[in-house]
């Protein structure tokens, strides 16, 4: 049995770094594909290719603060860039992601997407020839489909300004004939629910907190597969389990930041593994323990 069979081959490899660089590797971002982003990854697949009709089927990925939505989707994003388009005047844009606007605004997600387009634009444009400009070009770079992050900002508006808001995602819809992607917390489905048109063409795809079952083992056996550390940690075992999985609070981007910085300090430790005494030394705080005391200062 290899010496280093706990870790997969390109973190052996990371084994002949120095400290600085593997710590360096160690805080740089990585993809694990457990089985609730696998099934939305599927499904983004799926309506990239569905055929263009009047009515283009919708998704809404729906999951807590820092429970790896926006990473999914930006990792969908990235496996479908922009490119050349030797037959054309635009670049190829199959897949763009923007953020909503804070509050619900028209103009400044026109802003947005033309911003990532890198498209000239003036902020104090009307909003016709916004809309105008940005169906134009969404149309000559080839849009396949749109995701919008953040789309419980929509609530941030009054009741008139989330329906005209709303209307608007149709209607970019409607006139690309491209499936909308909507991305957020769990007020995104409140969001989008208060449109009930709009609502029955959003399929929604939650991504939940982790609990302590065989899928939990299985994720912490693939993050200790990545972390470049030369003795075995065995982070499925029951107690370095059940400690992760609390003061993660079941959020994996707690838990991915959690096994980083508890890798780092077993590699400056010279102890090359992570254990009680590792997390013990941390002071971590979990989310609802920074919650409350950022209520306390607030009040």
């Avoid at 089927?57 to 860039?81: A, C, E, S, Y």
Wanted: proline share 6%; net charge positive; hydrophobic share 40%.
């Amino acid at each position: 049995m290899s010496l280093f069979a706990h870790l997969q081959e390109s973190a052996i490899q990371a084994l002949g770094l120095n400290d600085d660089e593997r710590i360096e590797r160690i805080r740089s971002g990585r993809w694990i594909g457990y089985p609730q982003a696998k099934l939305a990854m599927a499904r983004l697949n799926e309506l990239l290719v569905h055929p263009q009709i009047s009515r283009m089927p919708n998704l809404l990925i729906v999951g807590d603060t820092n429970n790896g939505k926006t990473m999914l989707v930006q990792r969908f994003r990235n496996q479908h860039p922009a490119h050349d388009n030797p037959h054309g005047d635009a670049i190829v844009v199959p897949v763009l992601y923007v953020q909503a606007p804070p509050v619900p605004d028209e103009g400044r997600l026109y802003n947005n997407i033309l911003e990532q387009l890198f498209a000239p634009y003036r902020a104090g444009e009307r909003i016709d020839k916004k809309q105008s400009q940005v169906l134009k070009l969404l149309k000559s770079v080839g849009l396949r489909m749109l995701i919008i992050d953040e789309i419980q900002h929509v609530l941030a508006g009054s009741l008139n300004r989330q329906r005209t808001f709303l209307n608007v995602l149709k209607y970019i819809g409607n006139e690309l004939q491209v499936p909308i992607v909507a991305v957020g917390i769990k007020d995104a489905f409140r969001a989008i629910q208060t449109d009930p048109q709009l609502a029955n063409r959003f399929e929604p795809i939650w991504l939940p907190r982790w609990q302590m079952d065989s899928d939990f083992k299985r994720l912490l056996v693939s993050f200790e597969r990545m972390l470049p550390l030369r003795e075995a940690s065995e982070l499925h075992n029951p107690e370095l389990a059940n400690r992760l999985l609390g003061m993660s609070e079941g959020l994996i981007g707690e838990l991915s930041r959690i096994l980083n910085e508890a890798a780092v300090l077993a590699i400056r430790s010279g102890k090359e593994q992570i254990d009680t005494q590792i997390l013990d030394g941390m002071g971590w705080c979990t989310p609802s323990e920074r919650k409350r005391q950022l209520d306390k200062r607030g009040s």
